[in-house]
Nanobody, 113 residues
Framework: QVRLVQSGGGVVQAGGSLRLSCVVS????????VGWYRQAPGKQREWVAL???????RYADAVKGRFTVSRDNANNTIYLQMNSLKHDDTGVYYC???????WGQGTQVTVGS
């Protein structure tokens, strides 16, 4: 069993910043590729960013230049730093361990306009 526990999120004004954390634990030898996704109200879940085991990062065009994904292997933690937040960034954010398809519980991000 692999567990992903998220923290962070909250309410922020447009232009502000938030950092999300995703701690991976359980029956896992090492953390492989981890992705971040989000789901806005009334919309489908969409991919936001990912980081590979070798620290290669990829971003959706909508967040490129504003969001940064990083990882701390010593603490089994993946981070999503979100800067210059916009109202359209509002939604529930999820981390996902792609090998095995394990998801975090989700955390709400609300950006005031």
């Amino acid at each position: 069993q692999v567990r992903l526990v998220q923290s962070g999120g909250g309410v922020v004004q447009a232009g502000g910043s938030l950092r999300l954390s995703c701690v991976v634990s359980g029956n896992i030898n090492r953390i492989s590729e981890v992705g971040w996704y989000r789901q806005a109200p009334g919309k489908q879940r969409e991919w936001v960013a990912l980081i590979t085991e070798r620290f290669v990062t990829r971003y959706a065009d909508a967040v490129k230049g504003r969001f940064t994904v990083s990882r701390d292997n010593a603490n089994n933690t993946i981070y999503l730093q979100m800067n210059s937040l916009k109202h359209d960034d509002t939604g529930v954010y999820y981390c996902k361990h792609n090998f095995g398809n394990y998801w975090g519980q989700g955390t709400q991000v609300t950006v005031g306009s």
